[in-house]
Each structure stands twice: as C-alpha cells, then as structure tokens.
C-alpha cells in the first residue's frame, strides 16, 4: 500500500505530546459531571449521530467514554443492550441517574478507561466513542475498538485541532500547539485494510460558555488548563467588546464523524 512506508500513528504520538490540550483527568471530569449533564443528554448532536449509524433492535452497543449517557440512554431505547463505559465515576452515576428517571433498564456500566483491561466486557456487535478518544496512542486504541466490535465502528473527533476559538486564542495573547486533527484516524485504519466513511457533524455550540462573563472566563481557563492574570483580563476585555457588545459567541464546533466495518 501506497501509505505504507509513512508512520502516521508515531506521528500522532508526537503531535499529541506537543499540544497544550492535555487530557483531563477522571477527578475533573468527576467535578463537572452534574454540571455538564443537562446539556449532553437529548442534544440535537445524539439525533444526528444516531441517524448515521445502522442500527438493529438486537444489536449491543458498547459505548466508550460514555459520560453522563450523551448516546448511552437513546441508543438504549433502540437496541437490546448498551454497554456503558467510562473512567470517571460520577460520569456514570449521572448515566444512572437518567436512566432511572426514564425508567431504561437495559444499560450496563463498567468504570474503564482506554488504557484498562477490557476482557471483562460482554460481547458487543457495535462500538461508538463519541468525543470520547483522547488517547496518547491511538492506533492502539482504534485496534482495541475494532476487536470489541463484531459489526461496525462509529466515533467522532474534533475536526479543527483547537477546543477554542481561534480568535479568543489571539486576542488573550495565547500561542497555542493544536491537538491532532481528525485526519489521523481514516489514515491509520486504511493502513490497517478497513476503509472508514466520513461525514461532519456540526453544531451549534463550542467549549466556550459565553452565557457570562464569568462563566466565560473559567470556561476558556477549564480548556487551555490554566490562564496568566494578564490573560484573564483580556479575557474579561473579549466578553465585554465582542460577545456582550456585538452578541458575536464563540464559534461551534465541527465534528469528524468516522465509521468502518469490522473484520469480524
């Protein structure tokens, strides 16, 4: 293959150790879990993912990094059994919170990360990591999904490399390393001899809570890690002359929206 001789997935690798967007870790999730659940659940986003999946009323979805049930609570209503899967606790505690209140019965959770021992999983015929694949390696990731799944593979990545509007970035004075594009992941599954299909999936929000000033601020400081005092007051300086003033809102995200079948 044409593609052969170049190592995409070391390539990853680097890039995803040079970007300032590290991964956050099981206790901050743990920490936004109750705030971030009301506006994951029954999203227009879990709408058009699903309508890009091929469902079967038998099939079981594992569902990987599966938060407070962004996916978990409405593909349970249309297949036998999901799968739930995620390393922060109270990311599955909300999942089961929701799932009571809707009176779904049909979910299993199980506190894993990517990096765990997965044999313990049931079976599945499906697997979906929705905004869900921050890996430092991810070749080995997409082996581990592709193995889990007897039928087919659906995830989403950020299309775009920044969790933050760009404008935002260079207004506050912040020179930023990119995190991976999404490019990567159809790349190393056509090394592998699976061809994957990709669609977008756009929608109306950012990271950015730009519903106050503060929110705003603590927002953009929750996605680049941490803010200088000089920073935080540009910040403060970019809500009042751009979002408050000309109701311009930070830009919304674009997702890659990546399935392939498996070899199965």
Not at 5 to 21: C, E, R, S, W
Not at 52 to 80: F, S
Not at 84 to 98: G, I
Not at 128 to 155: F, G, P, Q, W
Request: charged content about 25%; some cysteine.
């Amino acid at each position: 293959m044409f593609l052969d001789p170049i190592d995409f997935a070391g390539m990853y690798k680097a890039h995803k150790l040079a970007t300032d967007f590290k991964g956050k870790s099981a206790d901050e999730w743990n920490a936004k879990a109750a705030d971030m659940a009301p506006r994951m659940v029954n999203s227009p986003y879990v709408d058009t993912f699903l309508s890009k999946m091929e469902l079967d009323p038998d099939d079981v979805v594992l569902d990987i990094g599966c938060g407070p049930g962004t996916l978990a609570l409405a593909l349970a209503k249309k297949v036998k059994k999901v799968i739930a899967v995620d390393y922060a606790e109270q990311m599955l505690e909300q999942l089961r919170l929701y799932a009571e209140r809707e009176g779904i019965t049909n979910i299993e959770t199980y506190q894993l990360s990517w990096e765990d021992d997965w044999s313990a999983l049931p079976e599945a015929d499906i697997a979906v990591a929705s905004r869900s694949l921050e890996v430092s390696d991810i070749e080995t990731a997409l082996s581990k999904m592709t193995r889990h799944a007897a039928k087919a593979c659906y995830l989403t990545y950020k299309a775009g490399g920044s969790y933050v509007d760009l404008e935002i970035l260079e207004f506050i004075g912040r020179q930023i390393t990119p995190k991976p594009d999404f490019w990567y992941i159809p790349l190393i599954l056509y090394q592998k001899g699976l061809l994957p299909r990709i669609d977008y999936i756009e929608t109306e929000q950012g990271s950015i809570n730009s519903g106050s000033a503060e929110a705003f601020v603590t927002s953009l400081r929750w996605s680049l890690g941490s803010l200088t005092g000089d920073e935080e007051e540009k910040a403060h300086h970019y809500y009042d002359k751009v979002v408050s003033k000309t109701n311009r809102h930070p830009r919304p995200f674009n997702w890659a929206f990546v399935a392939w079948e498996t070899a199965r």
